[in-house]
C-alpha cells in the first residue's frame, strides 16, 4: 500500500489538497504528530517490525539532535511508490497547486529505522547544501 508521512502541513492552505489527492490515488495520509519525532519510520509508517527488509539491511541514522522548535520546515515522506505513481504523485501536486516541498524523500530499506527526527535532520542538511546555504 501506498503511503505518505505529512509533518507541518497542518498549518499550511496546502494541506486539505494534498488530503484529497492521497485519497484520490489510493494513498493513506499520515500526518506526524510532535510528540511521535523520535519513533522510528518504520513505525510511523505502520510497517510491522519483524519480517521487513530493513531488520537485515539498514543504515544507522545519523548521529544528529535537532530540537522540535527547529524543525519549522514541511516534508514530505513516500513509501510504496513505483517510479511511475511517484510521478503521477508530483503531478497531481502540482496540478492542485501545491509548491515544491523542499524536504521530500523516499522510504528505503537503508532509512526505515531511522528516527523520524533524524530524517528531517538529513533531508534538512542536505536541502541546505544543495542550496549553498
Known sequence: MKKILVYKLEETPYE???RLLAAEQDVLYI???KTKLRNELRELLMIPAAGTDADGVFSP???????RRDMV???LLLYGFS??????????MKSCGIPRIRLTAM??????RWSFRALYQE???EADA????
Request: glycine share 6%.
Open 123 to 125: 533531508l534538512r542538511s
Open 107 to 112: 522510504a528505503t530499506v537503508h532509512n526505515l
Open 130 to 133: 544543495m542550496a549553498g546555504k
Open 61 to 67: 541514522a545519523p548521529d544528529v539532535w535537532i530540537h
Open 31 to 33: 500526518q506526524v504528530e
Open 16 to 18: 486539505a489538497p494534498l
Open 73 to 75: 520546515e514541511p516534508l
Open 83 to 92: 517510479n511511475e505513481e511517484m510521478e503521477a504523485f508530483f503531478d497531481g
